[in-house]
């Protein structure tokens, strides 16, 4: 019998998962869910694909968008060692209920952690994965599904490693890049709050060459939300900013603010700071084939980056949103490992 296989990236700033035929995507926001009845006035109109809402052990979550937008204990942190520990077993329970499709069922997963967390963190996630988890998924028409998912396998990965695997492995598995499994291929990773170095030697994960920095693109966030602070006095969450900096302009009570100049310049910034540590970091390995950029922050900042970089760099396939590549790497990781047998 083939099980399901699933692969999830509980990033700081997103969660995202695969089961290589839906790809889900919500922030990594959650916190208490609100009354039945106010949720009826407040969600009447709201958008019912977005609405991610949990009970996990008799408390009840509001996930992504829909806790962003009401739940008033919002729980969103930045610190590692808090998000192994309650975090990820709530993202994770998330994801799995919007894509596994039989209330009672078994699956196998790949997640990933961060370089700088990989060696401390990631027998402690396996464990807390790998068991049978028990908990409630309410629609947005307070339909309750109970489900008892038991995860039967855990492989955890190097984050950036998953871009690496996107690209060695082909949908079901199978090797298929040449080049991916000879070369030695440098990795910049760029998230929400890391970005992650690795490199990969023929198709391998090594430690040497492998950095986490606090360079993710909340960084240039915080730059921002400090000029919008100045500006008009008010403590924007940085998660809140995603749209406005994108949109390149922001209302607050009823006042535009243009973010335009301000997001320019804080993004050139990082960029700089990404590409120095990268050419630190790998001096002495001027044999590095090429250089990948990945990671939603690679999606906004490579051509900042790339121009900075002592070495060649090979786009990533432009398929797919860049937050994506990691974890549809790890789930053609968990074909390639758990059903090269069976093809
Ligand atoms: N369509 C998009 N919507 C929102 N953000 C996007 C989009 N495309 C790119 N981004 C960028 O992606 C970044 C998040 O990237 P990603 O999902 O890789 O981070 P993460 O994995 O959650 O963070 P970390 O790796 O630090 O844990 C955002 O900060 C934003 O700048
Ligand atoms: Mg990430």
């Known amino acids: 019998m083939t099980q399901t296989i699933i692969g999830i990236d509980i990033g700081f700033g997103f969660t995202k998962a695969t089961d290589g035929k839906d790809f889900l995507i919500f922030k990594s926001v959650y916190g208490e869910a609100v009354d ?42 930045l610190d590692q060692k808090q998000f192994i520990s309650s975090s990820s077993q709530v993202l994770a329970l998330s994801a799995l209920s919007k894509l596994v499709h039989e209330p009672t069922q078994s699956i196998k997963l790949v997640v990933g952690l961060p370089i700088g967390h990989y060696r401390q963190y990631k027998d402690e996630l396996a464990e ?23 995860v039967t396998d855990v492989r955890v990965l190097p984050q950036p490693i998953g871009t690496v ?28 709050r890391t970005t992650d170095y690795t490199i990969s030697d023929k198709g391998r994960y090594s430690e040497r060459g492998s950095l986490t920095t606090r360079n993710g693109i909340s960084r240039a966030f915080v730059k921002i939300s400090t000029k919008l602070k100045e500006a008009c006095d008010i403590d924007i969450e ?82 797919l949103d860049y937050r994506l590549h990691n974890v549809r790497g790890y789930l053609k990781y968990g074909l390639y490992t758990w059903q090269k047998g069976e093809a």
């Open 36 to 77: 039945l009845q106010i949720q009826e006035k407040l969600l009447g109109e709201s958008n019912h694909d977005e609405h991610i809402q949990i009970e996990i052990d008799d408390t009840a979550y509001f996930v992504g968008e829909l806790a962003e937008r009401q739940s008033s204990n919002r729980s969103f942190t």
């Open 128 to 150: 807390m994965l790998k068991k049978t988890h028990l908990f409630t998924a309410i629609d947005a028409h307070h339909q309750r599904i109970d489900y008892t998912i038991t």
């Open 165 to 192: 695997m996107d690209r060695l492995l082909g949908t079901l598995g199978m090797p298929k890049n040449q080049r991916f499994a000879t070369d030695k291929i440098g990795i910049i990773d760029v998230g929400f």
């Open 238 to 319: 940085i998660y809140r900013l995603f749209e406005a900096v994108d949109s390149g302009s922001i209302k607050i009570r009823g006042k535009s603010y243009d973010l335009k100049s301000v997001s320019e310049a804080s993004f050139k910034q990082l960029a700089t700071a990404i590409a120095a540590d990268a050419n630190t970091t790998w001096a002495d390995d001027w044999d590095i084939d090429a250089i990948m950029i990945t990671g939603g922050g690679g999606a906004v900042l490579a051509p900042y980056i790339e121009s900075q970089l002592e070495g060649v760099t090979i786009p990533i396939q432009q398929d």
